[in-house]
Each structure stands twice: as structure tokens, then as C-alpha cells.
């Protein structure tokens, strides 16, 4: 039986021991603690971007609105029609859920600047886009920038054939990138070559916008990508180009859904290169096939 003195010294000593084993480890068990916080993934916030489909049945015309979710800074870009665009306009306004600072067009065309006027009764905004938009303030350069809010970077791509103030914007937001390209390039297809040529429309989609990170998501002017599809069959078989023929018919909409590394796939307007069509076509120089694959589109 141990006496008191014995007992004192042995609770001393356990005191000792369980101090000495709690400073050794608890710096360990904080700085585990610690890096698993720290290193836990944070949910980032990037732009957010609305569709507006104008003309549905007829031009089937899309705006868009696009939106710095930190600032909740906003652009419209071509509000063609405005009974279709004001109400959505309004009510993002009216509620705080945006501040419009812009309008931006991405060529001349009234389906997609003819709004302008009747939108700036509404709100007195500058409008930046290509010189022959309709009051337009503004015609950025070729790859000259500028920012919405605090979060996005928007380059401007001069894209000159469809017409010379065709001009496609580069959206960045963090790991979030878009491109509005109006009528230079559709899901699929491209635009007519009103104002240029097939060295205009191959610069501008096999240099100019191929360049581009293949995850851009890409928002064209107009849901054209039934009609491309069918006219691409004709031109191509491959597995891209049933994929996206296979999504064109289970969905209304495709704007945002395919990027500019889909459409190197199963876009036949940038595989110029492809032997396959050059075959078809019987031209090997890529302007000659570009021209050819329009000419046959055109008629089609």
C-alpha cells in the first residue's frame, strides 16, 4: 500500500507526463487542421450570362446579358428587338440585380444593332461596337480591352467579312471564358459573306478565333444549328458532327453549350485543312476550300 508522500509523487508525475504529451502533440494536431482549412477549395463566382431569344420562328435572334456577379456590373449585347429585351432589362434594374453600364454590338446589321435607339430612351448607356452600328460611341481596336466590373476582361476580335464591322468579344472571368461572336460564327456554321471574302472568314475563324482556348464557350448571334448540322452531314462524316447532330434535335437552344475546341470537330467551316473535304470540294489550298464549302452552303 503506497504512503501518502508515495502517492503525491506518482499524481505529480502523471501531471508531468500528460502536460508533456499534450505540447507535443497538439502543434501537430492544429498545423493538420490548419492545411486541410487552408487547402480546401473555395467556391469561386463567375460571370453569369443570360440569353434573351428574339424573333423565335423567324431570325431566332439571340441578346445577351452578361453580368459581373462581384459588382453585378451588366452589358447587353445586340438587344435588336427591344419588346423582347426591355422587360428583362427592367426588371433586373428595377429589383438591384444589375447595374447596365453598356450596350455592345458585334456588327452593323439591324437584327442586331437596330434596337439601339429605342433601347437609349430607356437607359443612356455607350454603345461599343463595330463604326457602322447605329449610334454607336465606341469602336475598340483590334485586341484592345476593357473590363466589366471587377472580375471580367473583354478583348475585341475584329472579324471582318460577314461585314467589315463585324467584331467578335472575348469574355474572361477567371477560369470562366466565352466568346460572342454575332454572325461571324455559328454551333456549326458561319455567316454569309456579305461584305468580304473566304481570306476574311478563314482568317477570321481559323486564325482569329481558333487561337482562342479550345474551353471558350461560344454564343453566336442566331440558333442556326439544325440547318448547319444538315449541311455538314452532307460535307463530313464523323463523330463530332453526329454528336452534335444528336444534341441539335434533343434541345431548342445551343448557344453556350459547345466551345471553340468543339467546333475545330465538327464545325466544316474550320476543318478547311480536312482531307476528307478537300476531296469533296477538289481544292487543297484552304481559302479555295473555305470558298467552295460557302458556295455549296449558300445553295443548299
Not at 438587344?79 to 429589383?95: G, Q, R, Y
Not at 429605342?118 to 463595330?130: F, N, Q, S
Not at 471558350?216 to 463530313?236: C, D, I, S
Amino acid at each position: 500500500m503506497h504512503s501518502l508522500p508515495s502517492r503525491i509523487l506518482l499524481s505529480c508525475f502523471l501531471m508531468s507526463f500528460l502536460a508533456y504529451t499534450i505540447k507535443q502533440f497538439t502543434p501537430r494536431i492544429s498545423a493538420r487542421f490548419i492545411a486541410r482549412v487552408s487547402y480546401e477549395p473555395v467556391a469561386s463566382r463567375a460571370m453569369h450570362i443570360q440569353s434573351i431569344p428574339m424573333w423565335e420562328g423567324t431570325g431566332n435572334n439571340y441578346a445577351y446579358l452578361v453580368t459581373d456577379d462581384k459588382s453585378k456590373e451588366s452589358v447587353i449585347i445586340d438587344p435588336a428587338n427591344p419588346p423582347e429585351v426591355l422587360p428583362v432589362l427592367k426588371e433586373k434594374t428595377d429589383s438591384g440585380a444589375i447595374k447596365l453600364s453598356k450596350i455592345i454590338n458585334t456588327h452593323h446589321h439591324h437584327d442586331h444593332a437596330g434596337g439601339n435607339t429605342e433601347i437609349l430612351k430607356h437607359y443612356k448607356l455607350p454603345i461599343v461596337g463595330g463604326k457602322d452600328c447605329s449610334q454607336v460611341t465606341t469602336t475598340p481596336s483590334h485586341k484592345s480591352q476593357f473590363n466589366i466590373g471587377e472580375s471580367i476582361k473583354v478583348t475585341a476580335l475584329h472579324t471582318p467579312c460577314h461585314t467589315q464591322d463585324s467584331i467578335c468579344f472575348y469574355f474572361e472571368d477567371g477560369s470562366e471564358r466565352a466568346v460572342f461572336t454575332g454572325d461571324t460564327l455559328f454551333i456549326g456554321g458561319c455567316g454569309r459573306f456579305f461584305e468580304g471574302n473566304a481570306t476574311e472568314m478563314h482568317k477570321a475563324l481559323n486564325e482569329v478565333l481558333a487561337s482562342l482556348p479550345d474551353d471558350t464557350k461560344v454564343y453566336p448571334g442566331h440558333e442556326y444549328t439544325k440547318g448547319n448540322v444538315r449541311f455538314a452531314k452532307k460535307v463530313l462524316d464523323n463523330e463530332a458532327i453526329r454528336k452534335l447532330d444528336e444534341f441539335s434535335q434533343a434541345n431548342k437552344e445551343t448557344q453556350g453549350k459547345f466551345t471553340i475546341g468543339d467546333e475545330k470537330q465538327h464545325n466544316v467551316f474550320m476543318r478547311v485543312s480536312d482531307p476528307n473535304i478537300q476531296q469533296l470540294v477538289g481544292q487543297n489550298e484552304p481559302v479555295e476550300v473555305m470558298k467552295s464549302l460557302r458556295e455549296m452552303k449558300d445553295r443548299s
